[in-house]
């Protein structure tokens, strides 16, 4: 497994910006697609959005397509998530996880590796 910790979490206003970073350690980081998941409270665990394994491709959920971005560094074995336009609905604890390159593209579930989260709070 990848372990993973996530960083850059906060307190935003409505239609600002933040950026998450996550870490990646103890195991080949170029080998694993990388996914933003996400937790509002008392809400399920919902699929945010993925980068391959090489950085070429990427997969989001609609409700954060051209707002969101994700990048990843694999010289720095980090990952990134972009948020701008921020929503109150965005608030969650924002989480990273990695999933080897041999799954079926895009994958949305299935990943293995999990980071302890970030807390996003977007004010109205």
């Known amino acids: 497994q990848v372990q993973l910790v996530e960083s850059g979490g906060g307190l935003v206003q409505a239609g600002g910006s933040l950026r998450l970073s996550c870490q990646a350690s103890g195991r080949t980081f170029s080998n694993y697609h990388m996914g933003w998941f996400r937790q509002a409270l008392e809400k399920e665990r919902e699929f945010v959005g993925v980068i391959s394994w090489r950085g070429g491709s990427t997969y989001y959920q609609d409700s954060v397509k051209g707002r969101f971005t994700i990048s990843r560094d694999n010289a720095k074995n980090t990952v990134y998530l972009q948020m701008n336009s921020l929503k109150p609905e965005d608030t969650a604890v924002y989480y990273c996880?990695?999933?080897?390159?041999?799954?079926?593209?895009?994958?949305?579930?299935?990943?293995?590796?999990w980071g302890q989260g970030t807390q996003v709070t977007v004010s109205s």
């Open positions: 996880a990695a999933v080897f390159r041999s799954s079926g593209w895009p994958p949305v579930e299935g990943f293995d590796s």
